[in-house]
Nanobody
Framework: QVQLVESGGGLVQPGGSLRLSCAAS????????MAWYRQAPGKQRELVAH???????NYADSVKGRFTISRANAKGTVFLQMNNLKPEDTAVYYC?????????????WGQGTQVTVSS
């Protein structure tokens, strides 16, 4: 069974920082791209940041210059460094992985971690 487990969410004041982590586990041959999505109450899930196996990244316009995605390929781990957080960043953040497992290729999601930005 493939699992993605997120950690690092919490409550932070505006202007603060948080670092999210997501670790993939289970029987995995290779991981292609990984990403972070978020979903705020009453809104659709949206892409926050994406990183390929080669390290190419792209970001939502709303987080460019504030968030940084990175990954440790050998460990199947992806990180999201979030700086200068704003109240509008409040959401549940989900880890995503596009990978190849013994059962075949597939997309997997983590369970989500809550990020709340509030004074």
């Amino acid at each position: 069974q493939v699992q993605l487990v997120e950690s690092g969410g919490g409550l932070v004041q505006p202007g603060g920082s948080l670092r999210l982590s997501c670790a993939a586990s289970g029987s995995i041959f290779s991981i292609n791209s990984m990403a972070w999505y978020r979903q705020a109450p009453g809104k659709q899930r949206e892409l926050v940041a994406h990183i390929t196996s080669g390290g190419s990244t792209n970001y939502a316009d709303s987080v460019k210059g504030r968030f940084t995605i990175s990954r440790a390929n050998a460990k199947g781990t992806v990180f999201l460094q979030m700086n200068n957080l704003k109240p509008e960043d409040t959401a549940v953040y989900y880890c995503y992985a596009d990978l190849y497992a013994p059962i075949g290729p597939g997309v997997f999601w983590g369970q989500g971690t809550q990020v709340t930005v509030s004074s």
